[in-house]
């Protein structure tokens, strides 16, 4: 999918954010006989723990982005891979670029900015979107509409509980990350280092003693009160966009259904068309920010 202001947000040195999970040296280049595209891998194995292969495709990223100083610049599905015990793994391609530019905002909304580390961060997000709804930006990226929307900073809403994508495993934590790293301004998404450990399992409280008395919330108040994600959304966006309003945010999310029948059009539409050749993501190439 296309990020509206390519930048790079992870261009932050390894002591502004936790230490990546490390991946062995010559693994991040090649890919050998025994692998399969993750497209592939999903389609045969469509009860695999998405959860874990999203962290391994996140510690890729960590390790270009942190140690080898490289943005990868083509982070969607047919670009990972997965090998013969079932670990993904995101081979460089003719995209890959050392790091030059830190993220920033634009000065003007005609500016155009170079491909970072955010723009891999935007796509990955893009990327786990798709793993878990069987979305294909790349579709969504052929829908003018839709992607007027998404450039103006308009991010989807989440998948309702009860639903596919959260039987798959699509958390509170996990969708929290992917609204930050949908934010309109590269300089505001997290570091992939950070991401990485969004897609921790949960720590276990079941075995734990309660806490003591003065360590309790006290009943009626006396703490931040919990936000219904969808809210949080909504207020957030309405900031990026400078509406300042959850409510007109709420009015234009865009919903799993709407995304789906905008991509059933168009396939329908496309259905006696030549054979489609693959759109890079927006996120990958310089954009025009909104």
């Known amino acids: 999918m296309s990020s509206p202001t390519?930048?790079?947000?992870?261009?932050?040195?390894?002591?502004?954010?936790?230490?990546?999970?490390?991946?062995?040296?010559?693994?991040?280049?090649?890919?050998?006989?025994?692998?399969?595209?993750?497209?592939?891998?999903?389609?045969?194995?469509?009860?695999?723990?998405?959860r874990a292969l999203l962290q391994q495709v996140a510690v890729f990223l960590a390790l270009y982005h942190v140690i080898e100083r490289l943005i990868h610049g083509n982070v969607k599905l047919t670009s990972v891979y997965v090998d013969e015990h079932g670990t993904a793994h995101l081979p460089k391609g003719s995209t890959t670029v050392p790091i030059t530019t830190l993220p920033r905002a634009p000065a003007n909304p005609q500016e155009r900015?170079?491909?970072?580390?955010?723009?891999?961060?935007?796509?990955?997000?893009?990327?786990?979107?798709?793993?878990?709804?069987?979305i294909d930006p790349q579709e969504l990226a052929r829908n003018p509409s839709m992607m007027r929307m998404i450039a103006s900073g308009v991010k989807p809403n989440r998948p309702a509980p009860g639903t596919l994508p959260a039987q798959r495993g699509l958390s509170d934590r996990i969708w929290a990350i992917l609204l930050r790293c949908w934010d309109i301004s590269p300089v505001a998404r997290p570091s992939i280092t950070e991401v990485v450990f969004a897609f921790d399992l949960p720590f276990?409280?079941?075995?734990?003693?309660?806490?003591?008395?003065?360590?309790?919330?006290?009943?009626?108040?006396?703490?931040?009160?919990?936000?219904?994600?969808?809210?949080?959304?909504?207020?957030?966006?309405?900031?990026?966009?400078?509406?300042?309003?959850?409510?007109?945010?709420?009015?234009?999310?865009?919903?799993?259904?709407?995304i789906r029948e905008s991509v059933d059009r168009a396939r329908s539409e496309s259905a006696e068309s030549s054979p489609e050749t693959d759109v890079a993501m927006p996120t990958q190439t310089t954009n025009t920010s909104p």
């Open 6 to 50: 390519p930048s790079e947000t992870v261009a932050q040195s390894p002591a502004a954010s936790p230490p990546a999970p490390a991946v062995p040296a010559g693994q991040a280049s090649t890919i050998t006989s025994g692998q399969m595209s993750l497209k592939e891998y999903l389609a045969l194995k469509p009860a695999a723990d998405r």
């Open 113 to 134: 900015l170079p491909m970072t580390t955010a723009t891999d961060v935007y796509a990955f997000a893009w990327l786990v979107f798709h793993v878990y709804t069987d």
């Open 204 to 258: 276990s409280t079941g075995h734990l003693p309660p806490p003591p008395p003065y360590e309790a919330r006290a009943a009626g108040g006396g703490g931040q009160a919990d936000t219904p994600v969808g809210t949080a959304a909504a207020a957030e966006e309405g900031a990026t966009t400078g509406t300042g309003s959850a409510p007109e945010e709420t009015e234009t999310v865009m919903s799993v259904h709407d």
